[in-house]
């Protein structure tokens, strides 16, 4: 049984370039949440998909979008890199719509922004 | 907004001994729980969930209660191991984000003395 996979697992980009990550969700897994996690703190919400659609979003800045995929895969897209956007993006994946369902991570993808 | 917090950073235990992690949430609609492992390099691991209709809810090795007259949420762990050394979370959600997003806070280092 698969679990979440993510890729790259690491990644150098300088200011104002533009990122596309990618996650895979665990078999069996219709939903995908994107976290954003910088060193030393917890993981923030960046938004939510499911049937394609962004179901979700927390504070995040338009510069950050993302897309999901018929095979329920799922890309984040940063635009206009800042150095503050260096961090570990993190894939998780649910299964369902209802809420409150456990959501299970990948690795993560480690961005630094030069 | 509002998020979930930690009494302490770092909890240093000797190997064979209970650990109890503690998370204070401040958000009083909250009704589920969840607590993750962090090792470093890697993303968080699911250990345990609790809906806020239960009070105590056990797992391999791993107990977690919740009280919410004080709004307070613990993790035990039996018989520490060093492999148990990692950052824990506490993570929650509430209803009017449809349960969606998990709000982390900022962890707690378990470190496992041999």
């Known amino acids: 049984d698969a679990g979440v996979t993510q890729s790259p697992t690491h990644l150098i980009k300088t200011r104002g370039q533009q990122v596309t990550l990618r996650c895979s969700p665990k078999?069996?897994?219709?939903?995908v949440s994107w976290y954003q996690q910088a060193l030393g703190q917890g993981p923030q919400f960046i938004f939510q998909y499911y049937e394609e659609e962004e179901r979700q979003r927390g504070n995040f800045p338009d510069r950050f979008s993302g897309h999901q995929f018929p095979n329920y895969s799922s890309e984040l897209n940063v635009n206009a890199l800042l150095l503050g956007d260096s961090a570990l993006y993190l894939c998780?994946?649910?299964?369902?719509?209802?809420?409150?369902?456990?959501?299970?991570f990948g690795p993560g993808t480690r961005l630094l922004v030069l | 907004g509002e998020s979930v917090g930690l009494h302490l950073p770092t909890l240093s235990v000797q190997e064979g001994d209970n650990s109890i992690i503690n998370c204070a949430y401040s958000?009083?609609?909250?009704?589920?729980f969840i607590w993750y492992k962090q090792e470093s390099g890697k993303g968080p691991q699911f250990i345990i969930d609790?809906?806020?209709?239960?009070d105590k809810r056990q797992g391999q090795r791993v107990t977690v209660l919740l009280n919410k007259t004080v709004k307070h949420l613990s993790l035990q762990i039996a018989a520490t191991q060093p492999g148990d050394s990692a950052v824990y979370f506490c993570a929650e959600t509430y209803p009017y984000t449809g349960r969606r997003a998990l709000t982390f806070g900022s962890g707690t280092r378990l470190q496992v003395q041999p």
């Open positions: 078999s069996g897994h219709d939903t």
């Open positions: 958000n009083s609609a909250s009704d589920y």
């Open positions: 998780a994946s649910s299964r369902g719509d209802r809420g409150a369902e456990t959501q299970y």
């Open positions: 609790i809906r806020s209709n239960m």
